[in-house]
């Protein structure tokens, strides 16, 4: 069992234009900006990524993107989309490996029209993707899904497939997440999705987090990491109260398409949404942007 030690990643925002092409240039400004903070970076997300609205070429090329301008410099990895099938997953691993990023994320599979699937079409999915696919995997158990893996399939996946390096859990319940610690014992990292149960979880043993809110503030987000590894509390607590309050106005205001609107009127690199997302109203959009300024975080986020 290896040393672990506190890690963030930000599932990456996608820039487009304000005619909805993919903008490679504000893509490639943004992911600088996130690289020099040093968090780690997701791309190609279903969330703040609108991985859905890419097309195979666009996904691909996000993906070149990603490993031109963080490749070396800080971990990154691709999300992806929910997938359907274990051949569509599959399909998406080959691409990461051909590629070169990091790893890649596992998404639980996504039958549609609300079926759950069974435990053992839950194993036969992994099966059958972590058989096919050989770059680092991470496991994704998110509450979106309306299920989770069960602790002990995750416990069969690691000791079968050595190349599975994480696990992504996203779940409200305490009680989940303690039983999946449990049932990963250390073996491998475990984030917790979004920023609200990171104290809990760090306490509990966890890795770390994910968020979305580091496509506005990455240094923030990593500080709260950095200052955990060093046993610097006060400053962490300090730093994580800032990151909840620009999580809760993120949310309030319009999540992803909030931060790009928020992105834009600071100067700083993020596109727009595309549809079916649309742009906030421009008061949204300022008023997270001072939000974002009221907590201090203009100075040390601008990197440009």
């Known amino acids: 069992m290896e040393e672990r030690f506190a890690s ?35 791309v190609g997300g279903s969330g703040s990524g609108e991985g859905y609205t890419l097309d195979p070429a666009e996904r691909r090329r996000v993906l070149e993107i990603a490993k031109e301008e ?6 990154v990895r691709a999300m992806g989309v929910e997938p359907r099938s ?25 039958p549609g029209h609300g079926y759950h699937p069974r435990r053992e079409e839950l194993e036969a999915f992994l099966i059958e993707v972590l058989e096919a696919v050989t770059c680092p995997v991470v496991l994704s158990s998110h509450q979106a899904m309306g299920y ?12 079968r497939f ?29 984030h917790v999705g979004g920023p609200m ?21 990455p240094r923030l987000c990593q500080s709260v990491i950095a200052h955990h590894r060093v046993g ?24 992803a398409s909030a931060a790009k609107g928020a992105l834009r009127e600071l100067g700083l690199p993020g596109g727009w949404p595309r ?24 100075e040390v986020e601008d990197v440009s």
């Open 197 to 217: 149960q990171t104290l809990t979880a760090l306490a509990l043993g966890a890795t770390g987090y994910l968020s979305s809110e580091g496509n506005l503030a």
């Open 86 to 110: 274990a051949l569509e997953m599959i399909g998406f691993g080959r691409e990461v490996a051909e590629v070169g990023l990091d790893a890649m994320q596992l998404y639980s599979l996504d």
């Open 162 to 190: 050595p190349h599975v390096i994480g696990i992504n859990f996203t779940n409200p319940d305490l009680g989940a997440l303690v039983r999946m610690l449990e049932a990963v014992d250390g073996r491998v990292d475990v």
């Open 8 to 42: 963030t990643f930000v599932i990456s925002l996608t820039a487009y234009d304000a005619d909805g092409g993919l903008d490679e240039e504000n893509l490639r400004a943004h992911l600088r900006r996130l690289g020099a903070s040093g968090i780690g970076v997701y």
């Open 70 to 75: 963080l490749g070396e410099r800080v971990p």
């Open 232 to 255: 610097e509390l006060l400053l962490r607590d300090a730093a994580f109260a800032k990151l909840l309050l620009l999580h809760v106005a993120t949310q309030r205001l319009g999540g």
């Open 148 to 159: 989770g893996l069960p602790p002990d399939l995750v416990a069969q996946m690691l000791e």
């Open 275 to 298: 549809r079916p997302r649309l742009p906030v109203s421009d008061e949204h959009a300022r008023e997270l942007a001072a939000c974002f300024e009221s907590l201090g975080l203009r």
